[in-house]
């Protein structure tokens, strides 16, 4: 079935550090996939999304580019800050949306400063 | 943005009771919502999916006599813990979504300990 695989954490930086969090999967067809973010105490929020191969998504200063050739979809910034620190979770929709969503387990970050 | 309420955001309960906890979508109208599972480092876990005014659709290996679900409207969605047990304690998640984008908005989560 399909599946997400993230690195996994925590992810200790500091500030102005360069961020990648790794992101593969595994899915039959083609996935729409995606990177949420989630704060203490807050619910997940979309962070990007790309829906097809090649395209890259980007959100205050995150990027990650669908790769189908490596089935990945790597999260990076260049210049972390300590209000970046979070629960990063990597996803890809089925049937080519956000109709289910599978999730990876999460990478927590925690930036000092 | 489009947010998502749950209520109560921690409970804690005596094996053999029943817990509901509510979605709401504060506003926009929810079309479908989802309820997830989040154990301690694992990533969540569908458990239904519900449209409103019809039945849930339940994930394999989701009990859906134990979880009830129930969408009556547009903005709230329902999950009873029936009869529960500690190996029900658990984080749950609830997402809902609507037109336009058909994007998934999520609740901050409820936290469950049955003793």
């Known amino acids: 079935g399909d599946s997400v695989t993230q690195m996994e954490g925590p992810v200790t930086l500091s500030e102005e550090a360069f961020l990648t969090i790794n992101c593969t999967y595994t899915a039959t067809g083609y996935p729409s996939l995606f990177w949420y973010v989630q704060y203490p105490g807050e619910g997940l929020q979309l962070l990007l999304k790309a829906t097809k191969a090649d395209d890259k998504g980007s959100n205050k200063g995150f990027e990650a580019t669908y790769r189908k050739e490596t089935t990945s979809f790597h999260l990076e910034k260049g210049s972390v800050q300590v209000s970046d620190s979070a629960v990063y979770f990597c996803a890809l929709g089925t049937q080519g949306g956000s109709e289910k969503l599978v999730f990876g387990k999460g990478t927590k970050l925690t930036v000092n400063p | 943005g489009a947010v998502v309420s749950q209520h109560p955001s921690w409970v804690i309960c005596k094996s053999g009771t029943s817990v509901k906890i509510e979605c709401r979508s504060l506003?926009?109208?929810?079309?479908?919502m989802f309820w997830y599972r989040q154990f301690p480092k694992q990533s969540l876990m569908l458990m239904a999916t519900?449209?409103?005014?019809?039945?849930?659709?339940?994930e394999q290996g989701v009990e859906k006599d134990k979880f009830l679900i129930n969408h009556a409207s547009l903005t709230l969605s329902t999950l009873t813990v029936t009869s529960a047990h500690p190996e029900d304690s658990s984080f749950y998640i609830c997402?809902?979504?609507?037109?336009?984008?058909?994007?998934?908005?999520f609740g901050p989560g409820t936290r469950l300990t049955v003793l």
């Open positions: 519900s449209n409103e005014g019809s039945k849930a659709t339940y």
């Open positions: 506003d926009f109208q929810a079309t479908t």
């Open positions: 997402s809902a979504r609507g037109p336009p984008g058909n994007e998934q908005f």
